[in-house]
């Protein structure tokens, strides 16, 4: 499992190989399916309300007396049959938030992986640190990448001040994500994954849970 490697400019500098454990794993459906909803849920904020009918403000006086009117009998005009009065059934706050087990996310990511790399969307970028704070600087760089006309997600291991205020006015088209606070849901959204090559490792290690072997000369003091 490989994925070009391109520099800033656009030149193609060779292949990195994926960790098939990452990238080359067999895609469950079920569970991004699981995964997408989840997180779309996680992302309401249920803040919807409707009043019931003893909400609604007036509607204390019955509007007519009980008989020989000739009209239906009615006992407030706060009724939800009348216009202005209360609503039945309708939405109230709610909590939406689906908890998903580390377990769960971790593997979801890794289906999400693979799916992209089977799809040879996975392009890997040697750096990105930016000159300037210019959004120009930053879209002639997408430009130049075989990402173009899709919709990218970025991720990279830092954020640095002139890559944040580049890329503000360009998100809708490149989301930039920190390799830390990657989920599926993400590499889902976009067609395209563009990877900082400092970020593999890291993401690596998060989804493995490689532990680096302690320094024995620390150890030992």
Same mark, same amino acid.
């Given at each position: ?122 392009? #890997?970028? $040697?750096?990105? *640190? ?13 430009? @130049? =990448? /075989? ?31 920190? #390799?830390? $606070?990657?989920? *599926? ?13 400092? @970020? =593999? /490792? ?20």
């Amino acid at each position: 499992m490989k994925a070009p490697l391109y520099s800033k400019e656009g030149h193609k500098k060779g292949e990195v190989v994926l960790n098939p454990e990452i990238y080359g794993t067999r895609v469950n459906q079920r569970l991004l399916h699981l995964v997408r909803t989840a997180y779309a849920a996680n992302l309401r904020s249920g803040t919807a309300n409707t009043k019931i009918r003893k909400e609604v403000q007036g509607g204390g006086k019955k509007p007519w007396r009980q008989k020989g009117t000739g009209r239906a009998r009615a006992g407030s005009i706060r009724s939800p049959i009348w216009k202005g009065g209360g609503v039945v059934f309708g939405p109230h706050p709610r909590d939406y938030t689906v908890h998903m087990g580390k377990t769960m996310r971790s593997k979801a990511i890794v289906s999400a992986l693979s799916l992209r790399a089977g799809e040879k969307s996975i392009v #890997v970028i $040697e750096d990105l *640190a930016l000159e300037t704070p210019k959004t120009k600087e930053w879209v002639e760089i997408m430009k @130049a =990448l /075989p990402v173009k006309d899709k919709k990218v997600l970025c991720v990279v291991r830092a954020i640095g001040t002139n890559l944040k205020r580049a890329s503000r006015n360009y998100k809708k088209v490149v989301e930039l994500k920190l #390799v830390n $606070e990657l989920n *599926a849901y993400h590499i889902l959204q976009r067609e395209k994954l563009l990877i900082e090559q400092e @970020a =593999l /490792p890291i993401l690596e290690t998060r989804l493995l849970g490689a532990v680096k072997p302690a320094d024995p000369e620390s150890a030992s003091s």
